[in-house]
């Protein structure tokens, strides 16, 4: 390999995804490994002609111990010796997720993406350059594809992304350990990238090679390709759904700006109703991101739903997140914003508990004061109060059911509605007290704690 050849196919790489503008200051994400070391090289090779200035930004996880002060160390003499600026940063990822109920392989990605942002300020850079490469694009193909992700996650890693940069994103892995050879530049190996009880591990390990041997050997370039087709068509659905929302009396203007996140985001039931199911997600997402500025949270499950709503009376309403509800009437599907009373009105009702293992030789209460919920499922705290906005409980399987629907099924007078106690667990009604409780919450075989409920009797609690 020409080394000097090598990096002046990754400039042309970057001059076509437009990673860099003249006077651009670049911020390199290096962990010491081949990838990141390769980036950093080649950058401050480029520098003077791309017209950027460079500084770099290191993540010492405390994950591995003497190992990862090692690829520390190895980062600041890399720095001093290209006069590179570099920040580091040290911390405790592990206790990180296990605050944050995350495992440690996204609680590294949450503060390095963090700590980047931090440290791209400080050093004036307008784009920051990580060192995910083609290996790492197939890879995340699979795993999104295995994941049953639609076009988006099928078109993978993509080259530029607001601020973030992937100058190697073109180039395979054995390229940029062929010019660190060629340089003889070392690099640092980290040991988990080996360990085969991680998902992406056995991709990149053993299921990848194994279609290369045995498949096709081209098959990660296949790979590429389709996620290029795949990138390409989710980013015209997207702009499709756009224009169209653009033209709905209700769904704004294109291109303007808006100061304020809208109260509520509408679309004609009878224009949504005429388009092919994939353009419905997309224009579900799109009224969504509209509504609160992001849809990183919205599932697939949540845009199914969405989709799924038959029309006024039953199943018309799906909460979301971010304080968001999806509602269809007779002319117009809506995505609002609810909220709901901070201070609930919380029921005078006279309530014993206590908690027990559970035997399967126990008999379950069938009265309708005495209730046993799975007490290992509550996760929150539990409130005795009356109806809010958003509120269901769970039937047979996994299925949402309103708590309005439950009213109108059960032919409860609107009058008293309102003053009906629920056990609640935010917006899951965990007991409609004097009725039923919520499936999810029912004891089961696999129930290892028992939480018995009694309430006192009383007509004033319509029970």
């Known amino acids: 390999m020409d080394t000097r050849a090598w990096v002046l196919r990754v400039k042309e790489y970057m001059k076509t995804h437009h990673m860099a503008e003249t006077g651009d200051g670049i911020l390199a994400a290096v962990s010491g490994g081949a990838d990141s070391v390769c980036l950093l090289l080649v950058l401050q090779e480029l520098s003077a002609e791309l017209g950027i200035h460079l500084a770099a930004f290191h993540l010492n996880h405390g994950l591995r111990g003497a190992e990862a002060d090692r690829d520390e160390a190895y980062v600041r003499e890399l720095c001093r010796e290209l006069n590179v600026p570099l920040k580091v940063i040290r911390e405790d990822v592990a206790g990180f997720a296990a605050e944050n109920g995350l495992s440690e392989e996204e609680a590294g990605r949450v503060l390095r993406y963090r700590h980047l942002a931090v440290a791209a300020e400080e050093y004036s850079c307008q784009k920051i350059a990580t060192a995910h490469h083609k290996d790492d694009h197939v890879e995340t193909v699979l795993m999104n594809l295995f994941r049953g992700s639609g076009l988006k996650g099928m078109g993978g890693i993509r080259p530029v992304r607001d601020k973030i940069i992937r100058p190697l994103l073109g180039f395979?892995?054995?390229?940029?350990?062929?010019?660190?050879?060629?340089?003889?530049?070392?690099?640092?190996?980290?040991?988990?990238?080996?360990?085969?009880?991680?998902?992406?591990?056995?991709?990149?390990?053993?299921?990848?090679?194994?279609?290369?041997?045995?498949?096709?050997?081209?098959?990660?370039?296949?790979?590429?390709?389709?996620?290029?087709?795949?990138?390409?068509?989710?980013?015209?659905?997207?702009?499709?759904?756009?224009?169209?929302?653009?033209?709905?009396?209700?769904?704004?203007?294109?291109?303007?700006?808006?100061?304020?996140?809208?109260?509520?985001?509408?679309?004609?039931?009878?224009?949504?109703?005429?388009?092919?199911?994939?353009?419905?997600t997309y224009l579900v997402r799109a009224m969504i991101s509209r509504a609160c500025g992001s849809g990183k949270d919205i599932s697939a499950k949540h845009i199914e739903a969405i989709c799924g709503l038959s029309g006024p009376g039953g199943g018309t309403e799906v909460s979301l997140p971010y304080g968001l509800q999806a509602v269809r009437g007779y002319e117009t599907l809506e995505i609002r914003r609810f909220s709901p009373d901070p201070t609930p009105k919380k029921c005078k009702i006279s309530m014993e508990t206590r908690t027990f293992p559970w035997k399967k030789d126990l008999e379950i209460p069938k009265n309708q004061c005495t209730k046993w919920f799975d007490y290992d499922k509550i996760k929150g705290v539990l409130c005795v109060r009356t109806r809010e906005t958003g509120d269901y409980y769970m039937i047979g399987g996994e299925k949402r059911k309103m708590l309005k629907r439950f009213f109108i099924d059960e032919k409860i007078p609107e009058e008293i509605r309102d003053e009906m106690p629920l056990l609640a667990e935010g917006n899951h009604i965990l007991w409609i007290i004097g009725y039923r409780i919520s499936e999810y919450y029912k004891v089961s075989e696999s129930t290892r704690t028992v939480l018995e409920i009694h309430v006192n009797k009383g007509e004033e609690n319509g029970v």
């Open 172 to 280: 395979e892995r054995k390229e940029i350990e062929e010019y660190l050879n060629r340089k003889k530049v070392g690099w640092c190996e980290d040991s988990t990238n080996k360990e085969l009880q991680y998902g992406r591990n056995k991709v990149r390990n053993v299921l990848v090679p194994w279609v290369k041997e045995h498949v096709n050997d081209q098959a990660a370039a296949h790979i590429v390709k389709t996620a290029e087709f795949a990138a390409q068509a989710d980013e015209y659905f997207a702009f499709a759904a756009e224009k169209l929302l653009c033209e709905c009396a209700d769904g704004g203007h294109e291109g303007e700006k808006q100061e304020e996140l809208p109260q509520q985001v509408k679309i004609p039931t009878r224009l949504f109703d005429a388009q092919p199911e994939i353009m419905k």
